[in-house]
């Protein structure tokens, strides 16, 4: 599969609440994930565009939900939610983040399939063992990244993706299990076809 279809993505807004949002039509996938595991930066591998979402090497970069049309006719959307678990940011503005992501992903009918981020070498923290146990209890279709496989060996990174593909065998809610890096690209195709499927 070719990914030109995604190489027209654009940027089409930022906003800081859950409220005021593009209308809520079209199907949407959404990306989310601990702070700094990657989710900005697989958006732009996936779109093959360096410039579409703001990369930074210090965590907290993305906290706005910030909106992408990937194709023409806005049918297609790509959210890009503000990372989790980033501590140096005050509890107060933490809470009101989660309070954000969540009433977006609580309310949005549009919302098609949620793509989960993980850094490859921190697995499995307690906030994405809830956005997978939210998936599963809504049935929404998961795709979960374990990002920054460049950082370890070919073996090691199998070794880690078979372990969470047992880890999350028992659901019933379709899922899949990629290892990604968006620095030399693994995996992207493999995303590409998959949000394809899904969206
Ligand atoms: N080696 C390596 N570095 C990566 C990879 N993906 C992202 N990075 C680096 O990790 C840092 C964080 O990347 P971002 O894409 O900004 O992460 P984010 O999840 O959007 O972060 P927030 O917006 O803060 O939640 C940057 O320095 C990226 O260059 C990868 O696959 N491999
Ligand atoms: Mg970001």
């Given at each position: ?12 807004g ?7 949002l593009?209308?809520d ?35 907290g ?9 990937i ?12 990372g ?7 509890k ?26 993980m850094d ?10 809830k ?16 990002n920054?496989a460049?950082?370890?060996s070919?073996?090691k990174?199998?070794?880690?993706t ?15 299990v ?22």
């Amino acid at each position: 599969m070719n990914n030109t279809f995604f190489q027209n993505a654009k940027f089409t807004g930022s906003y800081p609440t859950s409220e005021d949002l593009p209308l809520d039509e079209g199907t949407e996938i959404a990306f989310c994930g601990r702070s700094n595991c990657g989710k900005s930066s697989i958006l732009n591998a996936l779109t093959n565009n360096k410039k579409l979402a703001k990369t930074s090497k210090t965590p907290g970069r993305t906290q706005a939900i910030n909106f992408f049309d990937i194709d023409s006719t806005g049918a297609f959307k790509i959210v890009d939610l503000p990372g989790y678990g980033y501590a140096k940011v005050s509890k107060k503005m933490r809470s009101e983040w989660g309070q954000e992501i969540e009433k977006y992903l609580m309310t949005r009918k549009s919302l098609n399939a949620l793509c989960i981020i993980m850094d490859i070498r921190h697995t499995f923290k307690e906030d994405d063992l809830k956005l997978i146990n939210w998936c599963e209890t809504k049935d929404l279709p998961m795709i979960l990244l374990l990002n920054k496989a460049d950082k370890l060996s070919n073996n090691k990174a199998s070794q880690v993706t078979n372990s969470a593909k047992k880890t999350l065998q028992k659901l019933s809610t379709k899922h899949h299990v990629i290892a990604t890096s968006a620095k030399n690209k693994t995996g992207i195709a493999a995303l590409l076809e998959k949000i394809n499927e899904l969206k």
